[in-house]
């Protein structure tokens, strides 16, 4: 328990620097220890710019090392839920990006796997572990908004590349799965609630992708809440915004924290505004994730809670006239 948890990555991915590399390069408890590519002199030039020890021709090869305590998969979406799997057979821990799985199918696979093996399976929201969030719920628990009416959430950045994996149905592609996700996540893990889609309206690109998905809801307790995930349009907007009887919250940026943020509360007249830490969302957490490989200490985004966001992001699609992803 006192080595180092030894994860290794599948692929080169663009976040993989971010999400794994640096929080791993300030945590000692950490160590990024194998990488495999499609290319292998792209895993071997990852490998040295990074420092990792070990790279193999495949993901398997990977997957299979006994060295390895974890695995961290950040490949297209439609590589989920085989190479997850594969990793939990082979005795591996799994912190798998977002969205977790093509459908919900998927996610309850993969989920039954987990179970089975009894290993850590992690969904990467890494926004949920930012004490940004973490004070927003407090807010929300303290009861100073009063009853809740609504909630509007929206993630929305510019356009990828017509060869970006997001644009493409086959791996899982559209704004909804990539960026829409994220204000889903919020409303789910803000209200504590499972909400009910009740419209949703998509603007498509290629055939089934969509380039930006408008959601309506409802929820249990008779409150309402809209989302918005666009991935083509101009600039970058991620905020929540959360009316009570009583007061407003608004949220700006539980997305990438690290980079500006403010949790602003008005009730009664009077406005409140903090600023919280700009330590990074990946880093806390790949904290939570060791916690809970070393520890067992349950965490918010494990693999039960992705089922359910699954659900949700079927539903969207259905809702909107569109084919949930895989099917």
């Known amino acids: 328990m006192s080595e180092p948890l030894r994860i290794g990555t599948l692929g080169a991915a ?5 999400a794994l590399i640096a929080p791993a390069a300030e945590n000692d408890a950490v160590v990024v220890a194998a990488v495999a590519a499609r290319d292998r002199g792209r895993a071997q030039a990852f490998a040295d710019k990074h420092g990792i020890e070990s790279v193999y021709d495949s993901y398997d090869d990977v997957i299979n090392d ?11 979406i439609s590589h989920h839920l085989e190479y997850t799997i594969k990793a939990l057979k082979a005795g ?17 696979e993969m989920a039954a796997v987990g179970r089975e093996t009894g290993l850590v399976l992690l969904e990467a929201f890494h926004y949920r572990y930012h004490p940004l969030f973490l004070s927003a719920i407090d807010v929300m628990a303290s009861g100073r908004l009063g009853r ?11 356009t990828p590349k017509a060869d970006d994996i997001r644009m493409h149905y086959e791996t899982g592609g559209g704004a909804t799965m990539d960026m829409g996700c994220y204000p889903i996540s919020w409303l ?10 009740v419209g949703a309206t998509a603007t498509e690109g290629n055939p089934q992708v969509d380039m930006r998905l408008e ?5 249990a307790d008779g409150a309402t809440a809209r989302t918005v995930g666009a991935m083509g ?14 007061g407003v919250m608004k949220v700006v940026n539980p997305l990438v924290p690290q980079h500006g943020n403010s ?8 406005t409140t505004r903090e600023e919280a830490t700009k330590r990074p969302t990946y880093s806390f957490q790949l904290d939570a994730f060791v916690d809970a490989v070393r520890n067992g200490t349950p965490q918010p985004t494990d693999a039960d809670d992705a089922v359910k966001q699954m659900k949700v992001i079927d539903a969207v699609y259905i809702a909107a006239g569109m084919k949930p992803r895989g099917t």
Not at 148 to 158: M, N, S, T
């Open 14 to 18: 663009a976040i993989t620097p971010g």
């Open 66 to 76: 006994d060295s390895l305590d974890a695995i961290y998969n950040p490949l297209p």
């Open 92 to 108: 591996r821990h799994v912190l798998c990006e977002k969205s977790f799985a093509l459908n919900a199918t998927e996610a309850e």
């Open 148 to 158: 809740l009416q609504h909630v509007e959430a929206q993630f929305v950045v510019g």
């Open 188 to 197: 789910r893990h803000i209200t504590g609630q499972e909400p009910r889609v």
């Open 215 to 219: 959601v309506e809801y409802e929820l």
């Open 233 to 246: 349009e101009p600039g970058f907007a991620a905020d929540m915004t959360v009316t009570g009887s009583e």
């Open 263 to 270: 949790l602003e509360v008005t009730v009664g007249g009077e």
